[in-house]
């Protein structure tokens, strides 16, 4: 059996990917405001930050902040998980069930990779706001609705035009340069 070894860092910064367990699944847009409800409530249970997000119709990309000394991200994600596998099946979606009896709508882990410093940080949520477009879901990420790159325009750091224009390096978001 492998043996994941997670690194929990108290009050750290954290990208995610968590994926469905049908990666021809659409339930994570298609019941979007769902999916929102259940990390509002992970939230006011077991704070966290929210720095970048993107929803795909099979899986999301997170980065999240953790409060100063607690580390229990793992927590958090079964939290929503939980929580947004129990007002799917309350609005009348079909869920499969594992051969445990366990309702099988997501992977039963997820990835994580633990932010070092501040490029680590901006090649992850570029990664995030880009991933739409590696999908082939938008040409452009601002037309994937979808996305926190629309509150980093709504900020001023980040173009209406960002990544659309063809001059975001690519090649490299999420992985360190050594």
């Given at each position: 059996m492998v043996r994941y070894r997670r690194n929990f860092v108290p009050g750290g910064m954290?990208?995610?990917t968590v994926t469905l367990d049908d990666r021809k699944s659409s339930v994570l847009i298609d019941h979007i405001e769902l999916l929102r409800a259940a990390f509002r409530e992970t939230q006011r249970e077991r704070p966290f930050v929210?720095?970048?997000?993107?929803?795909?119709?099979?899986?999301?990309?997170?980065?999240?902040?953790?409060p100063p000394?607690?580390?229990d991200f793992s927590d958090r994600w079964r939290r929503i998980k939980g929580s947004f596998t129990r007002s799917v099946r309350a609005v009348g979606a079909k869920i499969s069930r594992?051969?445990?009896?366990?309702?099988?709508?997501?992977?039963?882990?997820?990835w994580?990779?633990?932010?070092?410093?501040?490029?680590d940080f901006e090649r992850c949520v570029n990664y995030v706001h880009f991933n739409p477009v590696k999908h082939?879901?938008?040409t452009s990420p601002s037309d994937w609705p979808f996305s926190s790159?629309?509150?980093?325009v709504r900020a001023g750091i980040l173009p209406?035009?960002?990544?659309?224009?063809?001059?975001?390096?690519?090649?490299?978001?999420?992985?360190?340069?050594?």
């Open positions: 954290f990208f995610f929210i720095d970048a997000i993107v929803v795909l119709p099979d899986h999301l990309h997170a980065v999240l902040t953790l000394g607690d580390s594992d051969h445990r009896g366990e309702y099988s709508l997501w992977q039963r882990r997820f994580e990779h633990t932010i070092r410093d501040d490029g082939q879901l938008a790159l629309h509150r980093y209406p035009d960002w990544g659309g224009d063809g001059r975001v390096d690519t090649t490299n978001f999420g992985e360190r340069k050594d």
